[in-house]
């Protein structure tokens, strides 16, 4: 699929929204246009891609976008040409569409897919290109757990709604003595809880990268009280767990590739400071507010910037390759070695060590 010139281009958003893919879709199309090639937006992800729902995209469809959060396309999480869910006799079963993404690629003529998509999205991405898919993929998540690129989109407006929680978590925990604490997104990695935390003066983070030991959190938030400091800030991360504990699950759902949805450490947390230290506690879960809304400046220069790279090393015919930040500069690297690992919190990272010297506390001995 790789001999004939660029001129018929799909894209589409897969996964969970976050703010930026917008800026992304009108990085792509307004110079594809520009260079008198069509732009078909596929609709809902994957699903659009296996069930045949495209629409033609023009200018006036990606003018005044840049600022507003979601996806002008619709997404998915449930629709893995790899993994799609049917239901025989009522019950769900797995089964292979990816032939069907395949022949609709074919039939709509396209001569490359640009997919923004977080880790799953590229490891379909990376399955459609062995079987022969033309593929450019844009790392979008707010988790920023690919390691391939230095940033994803959407993981600095996510940080800023951390941030701005804290803040104003901040002056009811001072008013009241109380200990509060805010459960974030991030799956298995603790960015948005780490970044976060530090932007929002968190006392304490607890991150999935570091299980973390009771008695530690129960002393510092009772040292605190002891040094006159009658509140404490706990930002937890939703895959954060106990040395001693498991992974807190929300709920099981086998229609997604992850079947797992993380929620509800911030409770436990909570119930068992206010418990284990006497001090009154309070937990708040931001969920889906990370992700919803206006990106951040950064976040739209970062997408915009990714999505008009996406569209230039398309027309170089660079495929099964997805679009990094390293440094400050965006390039290229295989969607191969994009999915190879995950990016996760090291306890040598800076933002660590800076934390742990203004005296943030991850709730481990060891650190
Ligand atoms: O990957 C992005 C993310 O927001 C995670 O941080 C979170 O665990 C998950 O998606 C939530 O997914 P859903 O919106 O399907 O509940």
Known sequence: MTSKNVKRI?????????PGLNAVIRGVTKPALDYGLKVFGILDGFEGLVEGRAQELYNKDVSGILSTGGTILGSSNKGDPFHWPIIINDKVEIVDKSKDAIRNYEAWNLDVLIAIGGDGTMHICNQLSNMGMNIVGVPKTIDNDL?????TFGHDSAVFVVSEALDRLHTT???HHRVMVIEVMGRYAGWIALNGGLAGGADIILLPEM???WEEVYDRVLQRNMMGKRFSLVCVA???KPMD???VKRAIDIKRTDPIQLGGIGELVANNISKN????TRYTV????QRGGSPTPFDRILSTKFGVYAIEIALKKKFGRMVALRGSEIKSVPISEAIERQKLVKRTDQGVTAAKAVGVSFGTKDL
């Open 10 to 18: 799909g894209i589409l958003t897969g996964g969970g929204d976050c």
């Open 147 to 151: 390691e391939a690129t230095d940033q």
């Open 173 to 175: 925990a001072s008013s």
């Open 211 to 213: 299980p973390f030991d």
């Open 238 to 240: 939703e895959g954060a």
């Open 245 to 247: 504990g498991e992974l």
């Open 277 to 280: 230290t006497g001090l009154e």
């Open 286 to 289: 931001l969920g889906h507010l």
